[in-house]
């Protein structure tokens, strides 16, 4: 087996917790007393223009809410959408545990202002030495070919590499590519299936 060299990390579900997926949706849906349906029908055409960059935060609320009058700004709305960021507990540890030890970068679909808030305010950079986001790349996981693209951005070979995701469509992506992975259900179980793969070890 290749020694690890490179480690490749989701953030929303792994690191952080998720920046809006559906339970950040219905909290906002809550909060703001949206109509869920409409909501999550003009979210659905959106997104993946959101997630790659193509679509602004701005202009994703200007069609998904504020496409009528409300009682409340864009900026109450997108203050209560950076809020519901938070680190998950272990995990963002473990990580730190291996910066300047290996390659460290993350692959994860987000839309830009959430993506460049959480890379600063938790203190991203200081741990990841890339950032494949699908808001810069214009691409999105479980795609092969964002995969590949980390491979070329980081000049690693594909077993060398170790991918951590806790969504299954995320790493059969990552296999695809031949990068051995690592589906993430807690921070002990993580770190003991990185001990297998030789990591940290």
Known sequence: MASIRALFWDVGGVLLTNAWDHDERNLAIERFVLDKPEFETRHKKLVPAFEEGRLTLDEYLDQTVFYQPRTFTAEDFKRFMFSLSKPIPGTLEVARSFSGKYLMATINNESRELNQYRIQNFGLTDCFDFFVSSCFVGMRK?????FLLA?????????????????????EGAANAGIPTVLMRDPVQLRNDLQNLGVGL
């Open 142 to 146: 479980p795609e092969e070919r964002i």
């Open 151 to 171: 491979l070329d951005l980081t000049q690693q070979d594909p077993a060398e590499c170790c991918f951590i995701d806790d969504r299954p469509v995320n790493i």
